[in-house]
């Protein structure tokens, strides 16, 4: 890869797209976010993120905009004068994905012409260099483990995304392990937790207890109010106990969901991330004291990690998903 080869990382969630541009080793030189055109079809959606990622490489060319971080003014001056060129391409998107073939296989009902989409071939009209697709639990997942040290790329690792769901992914043997269906890793609707309603209308799942709106649905219940979980996290720290009971829940959910995969996959390392985990002070004593609960015999114990999950987290890991194509 040249120096001046960026990776292109491009989010594409239900409400807005975002766009990275990243150098070899990933440090973020420039980004900008878009409304997506979920209803107008995949074709609308890869134009819109085809024109930000060329107004990023003007800018980056420029070395002067709102979109450049100041690693990203940094590369312009180093690299003055040779224009920025794209060596690979990663995108991160809700559904299912079938990574091999670059190809969305399911998504939500709020896309219209995306299930069935293929983006690899679209991106590769307007640049043709690798593509990597990944789901958008998988991408943040390769993001948490791409810059580590070689030994730790060898742990077996699962990734929870705790957003307004619950999101799965699996890290064995070196990367991410995806299943012949493109759905392995995807915990939130196992059953045996409580018997509350699920977002996708079965009773009692792991997401009705440690997803977002699960937590926020049964603290109207509990109270009638409509706070959100950063609310919520607010009045459990200043001494709510209805509050403090539905984070110790949602700690030991994911406690038991932990214990689940230790015992089937002998996991090393549980990465926690999403808008629920900004609570960690409130989650992290819960799970543990889960984990200290619900003993798997002969297993080792388990890391329990906050991820480290910027705003640019499902572009920057489909990125350096796409760096493993070059
Ligand atoms: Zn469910």
Redesign the pocket.
């Known amino acids: 890869m040249m120096t001046s080869s960026l990776l292109l990382g491009i989010d594409i969630g239900g409400t807005k797209i975002m766009v990275c541009l990243y150098d070899a080793d990933l440090a973020l030189l420039a980004s900008t976010c878009a409304p997506t055109p979920a209803s107008e079809g995949g074709d609308a959606m890869i134009a819109s993120a085809c024109a930000m990622a060329d107004t990023l490489l003007a800018d980056l060319g420029a070395g002067q905009a709102d979109t450049l971080t100041e690693a990203g003014r940094a590369w312009a001056t180093a690299n003055a004068g040779e224009p920025a060129t794209i060596a690979a391409i990663g995108v991160g998107a809700a559904g299912l994905i079938d990574s091999e073939h670059g190809v969305v296989t399911a998504a939500s009902d709020s896309f219209h012409g995306w299930a069935g989409y293929n983006a690899r071939t679209a991106l590769q009209r307007w640049c043709d260099v690798p593509v990597a697709m990944e789901n958008d639990v998988n991408a943040f997942l390769i993001a948490q483990m791409a810059n580590r040290p070689q030994d730790e790329q060898r742990r077996s690792v699962l990734g929870l995304m705790l957003g307004t769901g619950v999101g799965g992914a699996m890290w064995l043997n070196g990367g991410i392990f995806r299943g012949t269906g493109y759905s392995a890793g995807e915990i939130?609707?196992i059953p045996g937790f409580d018997d509350v309603p699920?977002?996708?209308g079965?009773r009692g799942?792991l997401?009705?207890l440690a997803g977002g709106r699960g937590i926020a649905r049964l603290w109207h219940e509990a109270t009638g109010g409509d706070e959100d979980t950063r609310a919520i996290g607010d009045l459990a720290r200043s001494g709510d106990e209805r509050a403090q009971a539905l984070w110790s829940q949602a700690g030991d959910s994911v406690a038991k969901a932990v214990a689940i995969c230790q015992s089937l996959l002998d996991i090393d390392e549980v990465v926690i991330g999403g808008s629920v985990a900004k609570s960690w002070d409130l989650l992290e004593p819960a799970i543990r004291r889960g984990i200290a609960a619900y003993p798997v015999p002969i297993a080792r114990e388990v890391a329990i990690t906050h991820a480290d999950d910027g705003d640019d987290t499902v572009a920057r890991g489909a990125a350096a998903s796409a760096r493993l194509l070059l």
């Open positions: 939130g609707h699920c977002t996708c079965a799942h997401e009705a």
